[in-house]
């Protein structure tokens, strides 16, 4: 039977992943809310969904289901607003009845979890989240090779991603709202870092800014310097060159790990798993947000031979 879902923030950039996602693995949506009613993108996956741009009537209507029809009611409420609002739409859509999948980041700080993980215990809900990098068939290789391997590793991450001036002014570059570049933009590959080469030992944040950072984080099994920005400016020649505003990388021992492609059907490989059962939880989740939380609040080091290169040549 096809599940009933609802979305919170349907009007967001990530979004029309997960409407995708919903779409794809078969199910419906059934509702959807937002504070802005540019949503014409709704009439693409279906002509019957009940739209809101209040989030206490999309409440209400959710609950109205729940107490009517069993087929009606609402069984996943997809979290795609804003970072700083995950925890409490998590709740929202716990206390409806229904199972959560949110978007990164879970939460912007740890100690948020405490709350969502007793909320699950009362509820006999589950909260979900969306860490498509683990299902990325390259990646997946890549941990497969690794786990027949022993001793440190080397690895550089470099993620740039340009973004306009828009970004700043938007929810995005008010770090409390957005947990800053660590959590809005580096999230993903903190949890790849983790998930490749094990526990934490000791970080260095090296720069910190509105627009970028860099550090050096060592790990279980690695040594990594690591570099995220959301500006153009720090894009390397090649891809500037080649009219790119994005660049990933990563290199494991000297050798670039490529990923680039792929990327656009992740959302919908998280949800099959995530329906199979096999989802991401908050016990999956917890590491990367401590981890973005510590360097968030970490003291600037003076650059040594652990800093990024692009760190060391262009600032």
């Known amino acids: 039977m096809p599940k009933n879902f609802a979305v919170i923030g349907v009007g967001g950039y990530i979004a029309p992943r997960h409407l995708r996602a919903i779409r794809d693995t078969g199910n419906q949506l059934v509702a959807a809310v937002d504070p802005k009613d540019s949503v014409g993108l709704l009439d693409q996956y279906s002509f019957d969904v009940k739209f809101f741009t209040e989030i206490e009537r999309f409440d209400r209507h959710l609950e109205k289901l729940r107490r009517g029809p069993k087929e009606n009611r609402v069984h996943y409420v997809t979290v795609c607003s804003p970072n700083y609002l995950h925890d409490a739409h998590c709740r929202l859509a716990l206390r409806v009845g229904a199972d959560v999948i949110c978007e990164k980041p ?23 989240t969306i860490l498509q990098l683990r299902v990325h068939p390259e990646l997946i290789k ?12 080397d690895v550089e991450l470099t993620y740039i991603t340009s973004r306009g001036p828009w970004y700043q002014v938007s929810w995005k570059g008010h770090e409390d709202k957005s947990g800053g ?47 995220l920005s959301v500006d153009k400016n720090d894009l390397p020649f090649s ?33 099959e798993e ?28 003076p650059k040594d031979d652990m800093a990024h290169p692009l760190l060391k040549n262009a600032r």
């Open 142 to 153: 890549l941990r497969e090779s690794l786990q027949n391997s022993s001793g440190m590793h």
């Open 181 to 227: 570049v660590a959590t809005n933009i580096g999230v993903h590959f903190f949890d790849l870092l983790l998930w490749l080469f094990g526990s934490v030992n000791g970080i260095k944040v090296y720069h910190s800014d509105e627009s970028c950072m860099s550090g050096f984080i060592e790990l279980e099994h690695a040594r990594v310097h690591w570099f």
């Open 106 to 128: 879970l939460v912007i700080n740890p100690w948020n979890f405490d709350a969502l993980e007793e909320l699950e215990a009362e509820t006999k809900h589950r909260i979900h």
């Open 274 to 301: 995530t329906l199979a059962g096999r989802g991401f939880g908050i016990k999956d989740a917890r590491p990367s947000i401590q981890l973005t939380h510590a360097i968030r609040t970490a003291e600037i080091s």
């Open 239 to 271: 891809a500037k060159a080649g009219g790119k505003t994005t660049y990933r990388s990563i290199t494991v021992d000297g050798k670039e790990i490529e990923f680039s492609e792929g990327f656009t059907d992740l959302h919908t490989r998280v949800y």
